[in-house]
């Protein structure tokens, strides 16, 4: 485990070196400000609409952050010829490819701390109501999310070029909540061969917008948090897809020549 | 004298063709169109669903004919952001810009070349993704056909502007930075600006800040899509003319600046 | 070498004009504004209707080309308490007379004070499965039983198993064939503020955010209504929706002489603007129709009781020739004549 631990730490530390993270951080966070300082009609306690904007702007920003770092990692490490000593010290693909995971993840994990940080630091400004489990289990399922992201990062760099994996990466992201609607909406109006298609895609692609715990937590005066049963069920359905990609993103970097 | 003066011109247009064809020889190598492909399948798809769903009525028609072209619109800038502002940084850091002007290649048309080539595909992009958001929407509305043609030369305009901008900041701050400025630039800059402006007062400070803000390059006065599917007819000739001059300035301004910077960097 | 020489004089004189002409652009450039106009497809209500109740943009779900399309679907989410309806909402009605009204096929529409005691103050009705909301309480709410449509399909119309179960769960999301709530809209006034920000010329904006400041029914708000109004009408001076409701809130506030101001100038645009006899249509609709009545109407009456009795009854006939017919206005004269 030591390599893995090694390799993560590596990822991690020059994700926080890099300049980007804290550009995006710093972007999100005159955003968020921005929402803040306009005089809404002298009103206090409007967090509705800042915990909107914020968690909107925190879950794109960090998930555009994971994109580019996921695609980014295999790639640039055989451009720069640095994953041979790598790979020639005892470390298996295995733990290089799950150390890179992790390390991604601790990325993605200090993003999101940083976010929180400045999130709850405006609703103690804004005087308004924290609801601790909502965003406890919004943070979750969020990083569920960003995990299913990292793997399929992974295994798009090792099929397509770095512009195209990110590219497809992001639009995946973006679209999540328009793929998940447009298949329920659609199937009544397609014939048969169309609704065994959308019933391909609706199992075949990882549904995002079921990670996405920000309306509730929006409106968290109004909704209950999630059970711990419906955690659970989301937890093994995120596992099945982050084991699918990780597992054929095993498979094509241990038949990638070196 | 004239002979070698002409002599001169041809080389330099000639410079200019080997930047540039170096330029798409490159997208070509790291097959950017693969990108390209994805966008336009993006597309196909989007008309595939709506194929099935239908369009009910003019509104919904409408919807989609301003969607399919802001996204065009969208899309073609970000890449064409994304080709100008790794052209220089990538050259520098793999060493490859050093060979190039070692030959008798000055650093203006160095510089200028990379500008067309980047240009150029911005925009045959741009053309390629706008025909695919415009043309498979019924048009169940009146839209100008002239103002049709006047998006499509001031999005041209406006890919020369960008790509001039990229390339000026990509010479000063990080790749990311430069993106992710000019994206912001891009998508917030015009209701940004045009929201400062309305909010200040008559003093003399701000009167001096509203000046200054108009140096900023703003994007959405020359993206006119909205007007073209609110059914508003074209901008007068006038206006038309000030607003082609209005992103020729900025573009000749930015290339000045960026000829000069790349002039004087150390190598 | 002089060629060379001159070529490098005219460029460096070239280079310099350039500079200047850019130094002094922001002359010209602060004067350009072609997206800057009124109408279009994009403000039509009726458009607005359509496109935001099609099935594409149901699909798309938040994404919009516009703010106000962003807007008309986060007041639906809002209102719903996030619940995602197909949209449903009657535009005109909240922002002529600021009632949250559901179109479709109503069954029964009860307010708080109407359902028994046990039900209004605290939880939905029928409250058992653990997705239901749950209401604070003191928080008010009405009940409506149209049976409007969500986004999300119920179990037995959907067909993605266990995957819709979950975004059942998730999202939040009420059984369409149960009650739904309408909650407090004030959490939307941000989303008019930023609104009327990135369209100044989106009346509808400003008529919703004004009453929905006007519920609050404090002085700061209710002032802070009157200065969004006049930012509305400053962008807008032609639509006399804005004037009738800066009257009214100016009379809430006890400022009797301005809102008679601001209810003959309502009225007076409102007779330049309404076609002959009122005829309903795509452009003047009957939510316009009751707000020129209304206009006209209380002009006459702030003129009566803050101003001149001659006064309102020279304005009490003018209307009432524009309108030919009018039983309140008819009563008026009638009164008047008699003092």
Redesign the interface.
Known sequence: MRPVWLIAKSVLIEAVRRREVYVIILLSLIVIGGVMSVNFFGMEGLTKFYRDVALEVMSIATALMVVVLSCRQLPREFENRTIYPLLAKPVGRVSFLLGKLLGVLFAAGFCFFLFMLIFLIGTWYLGGKIPWIHLAEYVYLQMLAMTIITTLGFLLSLIMNLDAAITIGIIFYLTANILTTGISYIYDFAGSVGKVILIIMNYGIPQLTLFDFSEKTVHAVIWRPLGIVTLCYLTLYAMVYIGVYFSLSMLLFRRREL | MSASFDYMKVGRWRSLFIVGHGVFLEMLRRKDFYVMLILIGLFVMGIFVISVVGIDNAATANLLLNLGMSLAWFLAHILTLLTAARQIPVEMETKTLYPLLARPLAREDYYLGKWMAVTISGCAALYLLLLLGWLPVPRLEFYDNRLFLQIVVLLTVSIAMLTALALLLSLIIPRSINVVFISLLLVFGGSLMGFFQEQTRRTFVTQMLKWFTAYIPDFSRLNLITRYTDGIGPLSGMEFFALICYGVLFIVIALFLGGYLFRRRSL | MS?VGKKRTSLKTL?IA??F??LL??A???H????D?T?????DE???M??NR?????????????MS?IMFYKTE??LH??VAYKLNLDYEALSSKGQVVDLGKPTANLKASQVSHETATAKAPEHGH??E????KG?EEIFHCEGADT???RQIN???G???D??R????WIDPSKPHLH?DG??????Y??MT??D?HYIRGYMIGAWW?KR?RKN??LE??VN?LKEGISNNPEAFQLYLMRGEIMHTLGQNQEAKRSFKEAAELAVKQRPAGGKISKQWTEYNEEDALASMRLAVFSEREFGSKKEALALARRYLNVLEHDAILENLIKRLEQK
Do not use: C, H
């Not at chain 3, 350009?32 to 997206?35: E, G, I, K, Y």
């Not at chain 3, 099609?54 to 516009?66: F, K």
């Not at chain 3, 769960?169 to 939040?172: F, Q, R, Y």
């Open positions: 060629g280079k350039i500079i002409l850019f652009s922001p010209m450039t602060l350009l504004r072609p997206n106009y109408g279009g497809r994009t403000r009726n458009d607005r359509l496109r099609s099935a594409v943009a149901t699909i798309l779900g938040e994404i919009r080309s516009s399309d989410l809002y308490s996030g653990e997705n909301p749950e209401l604070p928080e986004v999300i399909p959907d067909f993605r266990f995957i819709g979950l975004q769960e998730v999202k939040p909650t004030t959490e939307l006034l941000p989303w503020r930023l920000l990135s100044p400041l609050q700061t708000q802070a209504a969004f």
